[in-house]
């Protein structure tokens, strides 16, 4: 069974620091993975997807990186802002076909103005 | 695009009582996913449908548990009777291609008294 971990479960950051989130998984058998952020009392929103096929993926101050045969993946968010605070979830699929994903229980991020 | 449309938001019922959730996915979206989530357990995929076909219901805790989708634009996760430790956010999310970025609603938060 796939598990994915993600440590710390809590952080926070002056403004403008770099901020560095990691994600674990113990079955590197993967097809992609999906980082998530999420708000209070909100849903789940969709920041990166990456193919297992792939190293990185960027969007503005965003970049996920994947290294599938240790199992693991970061989450940079460059110059944090105090917008950036929220909760940051990653999930992985089991394979092509299969679209079952494995949530990790996400990093609490608040960013200190 | 409206996004995933979930209802109720909210939703208090006594123990006993029969819920009804409601969802609607993106529009050509052809897999849909119900999850839930909770503080001890994190967020648990329930059920997925491709196709308006069910997939992988392995999720479903038990039997007081059942979901339908009778078209592509419908879908619904039943809970009968209810207990109190059902309490959680159900979200719905949909999702274009298998394996694909999967996009989620707003969410159904249950209180069971």
């Known amino acids: 069974k796939q598990e994915v971990t993600q440590i710390p479960a809590a952080l926070s950051v002056p403004e403008g620091e770099n901020l560095v989130l990691n994600c674990s998984f113990t079955?590197?058998?993967?097809?992609?993975l999906q980082w998530f952020r999420q708000d209070p009392g909100k849903g789940l929103t969709s920041l990166l997807l990456i193919q297992s096929s792939q190293r990185e993926q960027t969007s503005g101050r965003l970049n996920a990186s994947l290294d599938k045969s240790s199992g693991r993946s970061t989450l940079y968010i460059a110059a944090s802002q105090p917008g950036d605070s929220a909760t940051y979830l990653c999930?992985?699929?089991?394979?092509?076909?299969?679209?079952?994903?494995?949530f990790g229980k996400g990093n609490q991020v608040v960013v200190i103005p | 695009d409206a996004g995933v449309i979930q209802s109720p938001r909210h939703e208090v019922t006594e123990m006993g009582q029969e819920v009804t959730l409601r969802c609607k996915p993106i529009?050509?979206?052809?897999?849909l996913f119900w999850y839930r989530q909770t503080m001890m357990r994190g967020l648990e995929l329930l059920i997925y449908?491709?196709?308006?076909?069910?997939?992988?219901d392995s999720g479903m805790p038990e039997d007081r548990f059942s979901a339908k989708m009778p078209n592509a634009s419908f879908s619904t996760l039943k809970i009968q009777p209810s207990e109190p430790r059902d309490s959680a956010v159900y979200f719905c999310?949909?999702?274009?291609?298998?394996?694909?970025?999967?996009?989620f609603g707003p969410g159904t938060r249950l209180t069971v008294t």
């Open positions: 999930a992985v699929s089991r394979g092509y076909g299969n679209n079952r994903l494995a």
């Open positions: 999310a949909s999702t274009r291609l298998a394996g694909g970025e999967q996009y």
């Open positions: 449908f491709n196709n308006n076909v069910p997939i992988d």
């Open positions: 079955d590197s058998a993967i097809y992609n």
């Open positions: 529009s050509g979206h052809n897999s």
